[in-house]
């Protein structure tokens, strides 16, 4: 819903108040769906995510140096594997959000966090950057990634993630249609709400995300920028700690989105397993894969059934 697909001046300050209010409500969150215990009876829900994206960043870009694409290639060779022996060590559940091209380039990986019981989910094709799609090319390759992941596990997905969390004015349609389950790109509350979309119900479920429980912001850097990554890993581990710890008090949910290329180093992992060491030292925690917990929140919603229009 472009302002030019309106006929509207670019700029918004000429905007009749439909124009704005027509934005805003495209994609909006409606009621949080969180019961009073989670499943278990447990006062807090974790959801762990990881972003399998290795060799995809670089590709999406048209990057194609073996010095770029190694980056991306420790993911699968070093972090991934890493990460599914601290999970293993933990005893708790993750969902993984895998782009297709990640997917087909690592299949056993792929098949490794399903047989694991993880969730693999839908993270894109090649992390593509939906906002300069079409609507046809969006949708086609939301369902080609879909049904590559079905290939390549046995397992259809019920939930995605968009590459960057970007979200097109097309994405919302494009979910419904090909049926997902639950979306994870969007930021409008810490817990899990229903998207509502023009005022409508649309029995989609959010589990919203945020870069403050993101490792990439913290960590990445842009060689030839100015800028650097200043953070001690275990100062961004304090930051993920104090969101634990609010979200329990709360009796909410603690989501954290890492990736394997990122966290997965020998500096930063350590963090994860003190997170996991002070998580694991509450009572009545509730690690839940993503669909899980969409489950758990649709629950919450009169009829607890997807109610589409
Ligand atoms: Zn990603």
Request: hydrophobic share 40%; no cysteine.
């Amino acid at each position: 819903m472009s302002s030019e697909g309106f006929g509207l001046p670019k700029e918004s300050w000429r905007w009749p108040e439909t124009a704005w209010r027509g934005h805003v409500d495209a994609v909006r969150a409606g009621r949080r769906l969180v019961p009073d215990r989670w499943t278990g009876g447990a006062r807090v829900a974790v959801a762990l995510s990881f972003d399998s994206d290795h060799e995809t960043i670089p590709l999406r870009d048209g990057e194609t140096s073996p010095g770029r694409l190694a980056q991306g290639e420790y993911g699968a060779r070093a972090g991934a594997p890493r990460i599914l022996r601290l999970l293993e060590r933990y005893g708790v559940p993750a969902t993984f959000f895998m782009p297709a091209v990640s997917a087909l380039l690592h299949p056993e990986e792929a098949r490794a966090y399903t047989r694991d019981g993880h969730e693999l989910a839908v993270h894109g094709w090649i992390h593509e950057r939906n906002m300069l799609l079409d609507r046809e090319e969006e949708r086609e390759l939301t369902a080609r990634a879909l049904d590559t992941l079905t290939t390549v596990t046995g397992q259809r997905p019920v939930g995605i993630r968009t590459p960057s969390w970007d979200f097109s004015d097309s994405t919302l349609d494009i979910m419904l249609e090909l049926g997902f389950a639950y979306d994870s790109s969007l930021m409008a509350d810490d817990e899990p709400y229903e998207i509502v979309a023009g005022g409508r119900s649309t029995g989609l479920v959010e589990i919203p995300v945020d870069w403050i429980r993101d490792d990439a912001p913290y960590f990445t850097m842009d060689r030839y920028g100015s800028v650097r990554p200043h953070s001690r890993p275990r100062g961004v581990g304090e930051i993920w700690r104090d969101e634990f710890d609010a979200a329990y008090h709360d009796g909410g949910v603690f989501q954290l989105t890492l990736h394997p290329h990122v966290i997965g180093h020998r500096s930063r992992l350590v963090v994860l397993r003190e997170l996991l060491d002070h998580i694991a030292s509450h009572q009545d925690v509730w690690f839940a894969t993503h669909a899980q917990l969409a489950d758990a929140a649709r629950s919450m919603l009169p009829g607890s059934g997807p109610d589409r229009p």
